[in-house]
């Protein structure tokens, strides 16, 4: 059985809260778990100490029997020092699409053109 810490979420509608919990990693994300070992309350201000609870002894039991943590558990147990996670880098994130570069070329054409458009009857004028 391959176990996950993971939340589960719980609140109203736009007043989202979760708990993180000890699941099988087939069963649904609010379905059944195994143990409740804390909660995250992302309406809270985030240096507020309440915002992550974390039972950090469950929590390591967990980890030692082999439960694996999803990247926002990671997180919290990385910022509590339960655990190590490596940050992630994504370069091509952040780059523009195809349409958007194809808009910028198009965009920075016209503007050469309309530049060279300006200076040519310029350097006639000039010439003469």
Do not use: C
Request: hydrophobic share 35%; glycine share 6%; no cysteine.
């Amino acid at each position: 059985m391959s176990l996950k810490l993971r939340l589960a979420r719980a609140g109203n509608k736009k007043r989202p809260y979760y708990h993180i919990v000890v699941a099988d990693a087939r069963s649904p994300r609010d379905g059944r778990f195994i143990e409740r070992i804390g909660a995250y309350n992302p309406l809270l201000n985030k240096d507020d100490e309440t915002r992550v609870t974390l039972d950090t002894e469950r929590a390591k039991h967990w980890l030692s029997v082999g439960a694996q943590p999803t990247d926002r558990v990671a997180r919290f147990f990385d910022a509590a020092g339960l655990m190590k996670r490596d940050t992630r880098n994504n370069p091509n994130k952040g780059k523009p699409g195809q349409k958007a570069t194809e808009r910028a070329e198009e965009r920075a054409s016209r503007a050469a053109e309309i530049e060279a458009a300006q200076n040519a009857p310029a350097e006639e004028a000039s010439a003469e």
